[in-house]
């Protein structure tokens, strides 16, 4: 069986999507959404940079796309600093029938006791509307911290806490908005970014931690998050930017999941510019991981090293949150309609991906 699945947008995620969807035996591109003029008219092919023509051309026209009936939207749009307009765009896409899978916004990877149920339930209420289901979910909030920590805890006998942590080198990572305006790289240490605002951390990655709770079987008491930063010791470049002398050049923060006094599922990214910062802070395997740690009986810790084609472990993570998107798509689609979070469905896998 095939599905037919439209890519909304081709930023940095989306256009790893498109690829992987004309990849998959079991879905055909049907239709690519874009949000500039730049881009539309264009083939998909040309926007995912494969070399050579889909033919599938790229559209403003969400109507159009939509009144196609697909089975399925991939939808990658950025939503940190638009997140009405993007749960906006999620529910006209659900009330029109059409399943989602989508890398944002993350908070609904697993929104129970995150945000609000008023924030939530016009989802849900579009879903039903519609008879389709949403999936939020990619490699981080998503698979490197769902599946991955909840089958390694499932040789334990006794755990004392899963811990999941992000170990990378961001500086290949060319999207000065994220890296500069959001995660505040580069700026004053006496600033305050958006992620670091109370309660952002929280809401980005508390899905995380109550999701593994979820999974264990453990009610948690709260949710905490604290973080720390380090200056740049000289000026110095990275491909988005400049980064100054004693401006913001490394990252490490914690979500953490208590309960009973202690934290119990806890969600950590360690986060440099350059290699030599924060040499006391946990390294990375490679050129960066992701890594579980297990505390308990007995102690497992596992390392998901990631490598592009390229050589680069950030073309790699883009491609991974592409793939986990795209790889779910016939299990979404088969579903029951609503809002779903990664313990809802099946196993995933690579099914049919062997290049013969």
Same mark, same amino acid.
């Given at each position: 069986?095939?599905?037919?699945?439209? %890519?909304?947008?081709?930023?940095? +995620?989306?256009?790893?999507?498109?690829?992987?969807?004309?990849?998959?035996?079991?879905? /055909?591109?049907?239709?690519?959404?874009?949000?500039?003029?730049?881009?539309?008219?264009?083939?998909?092919?040309?926007?995912?940079?494969?070399?050579?023509?889909?033919?599938?051309?790229?559209?403003?026209?969400?109507?159009?796309?939509?009144?196609?009936?697909?089975?399925?939207?991939?939808?990658?749009?950025?939503?940190?600093?638009?997140?009405?307009?993007?749960?906006?765009?999620?529910?006209?896409?659900?009330?029109?029938?059409?399943?989602?899978?989508?890398?944002?916004?993350?908070?609904?990877?697993?929104?129970?006791?995150?945000? @609000?149920?008023?924030?939530?339930?016009?989802?849900?209420?579009?879903?039903?509307?519609?008879?389709?289901?949403?999936?939020?979910?990619?490699?981080?909030?998503?698979?490197?911290?769902?599946?991955?920590?909840?089958? &390694?805890?499932?040789?334990?006998?006794?755990?004392? %806490?899963?811990?999941?942590?992000? =170990?990378?080198? !961001?500086?290949? !990572?060319?999207?000065?908005?994220?890296?500069?305006?959001?995660?505040?790289?580069?700026?004053?240490?006496?600033?305050?970014?958006?992620? &670091? %605002?109370?309660?952002?951390?929280?809401?980005?990655?508390?899905?995380?931690?109550?999701?593994?709770?979820?999974?264990?079987?453990?009610?948690?008491?709260?949710?905490?998050? *604290?973080?720390?930063?380090?200056?740049?010791?000289?000026?110095?470049? =990275?491909?988005?930017?400049?980064?100054?002398?004693?401006?913001?050049?490394?990252?490490?923060?914690?979500?953490?999941?208590?309960?009973?006094?202690?934290?119990?599922?806890?969600? /950590?990214?360690?986060?440099?510019?350059?290699?030599?910062?924060?040499?006391?802070?946990?390294?990375?395997?490679?050129?960066?991981?992701?890594?579980?740690?297990?505390?308990? /009986?007995?102690?497992?810790?596992?390392?998901?090293?990631? &490598?592009?084609?390229?050589?680069?472990?950030?073309?790699?993570?883009?491609?991974?949150?592409?793939?986990?998107?795209?790889?779910?798509?016939?299990?979404?689609?088969?579903?029951? @309609?609503?809002?779903?979070?990664? &313990?809802?469905?099946?196993?995933?896998?690579? *099914?049919?991906? +062997?290049?013969?």
């Amino acid at each position: 069986m095939s599905y037919r699945v439209v %890519q909304w947008s081709t930023g940095n +995620v989306g256009r790893h999507a498109i690829a992987g969807i004309d990849a998959h035996p079991e879905l /055909e591109l049907a239709g690519v959404w874009v949000s500039g003029e730049d881009k539309a008219g264009r083939d998909a092919g040309e926007l995912a940079g494969l070399g050579r023509a889909l033919g599938v051309r790229a559209t403003r026209d969400a109507d159009a796309l939509l009144a196609g009936k697909p089975d399925c939207v991939v939808y990658t749009a950025m939503a940190d600093d638009r997140i009405p307009e993007a749960l906006a765009d999620l529910e006209r896409i659900l009330r029109a029938g059409v399943n989602v899978v989508s890398s944002s916004p993350v908070f609904l990877q697993f929104p129970d006791g995150v945000v @609000p149920d008023e924030m939530i339930r016009p989802i849900r209420e579009a879903a039903a509307a519609g008879w389709a289901s949403l999936w939020v979910n990619g490699v981080d909030p998503g698979f490197a911290n769902d599946w991955l920590p909840l089958v &390694l805890t499932g040789v334990c006998e006794r755990i004392d %806490q899963v811990r999941c942590l992000e =170990i990378l080198d !961001y500086s290949t !990572y060319d999207n000065h908005k994220v890296l500069f305006d959001i995660m505040g790289f580069g700026g004053d240490l006496d600033d305050t970014p958006m992620l &670091l %605002q109370p309660g952002v951390l929280s809401l980005a990655w508390g899905s995380v931690v109550r999701q593994l709770a979820a999974g264990l079987g453990v009610e948690l008491d709260g949710v905490e998050e *604290r973080h720390e930063r380090l200056p740049a010791p000289e000026a110095f470049e =990275i491909p988005s930017g400049t980064i100054g002398r004693g401006t913001a050049a490394a990252l490490r923060f914690e979500v953490r999941g208590m309960r009973g006094g202690r934290a119990v599922c806890v969600l /950590e990214h360690v986060t440099r510019l350059r290699p030599d910062l924060g040499p006391d802070w946990p390294q990375p395997a490679g050129q960066g991981n992701y890594r579980v740690e297990v505390t308990g /009986e007995p102690n497992y810790t596992l390392d998901l090293r990631l &490598l592009g084609s390229d050589g680069d472990h950030n073309t790699a993570g883009l491609k991974a949150t592409a793939m986990r998107l795209v790889n779910a798509v016939p299990a979404v689609v088969e579903a029951p @309609p609503g809002l779903l979070t990664a &313990l809802d469905l099946p196993l995933v896998t690579g *099914r049919g991906l +062997v290049r013969r």
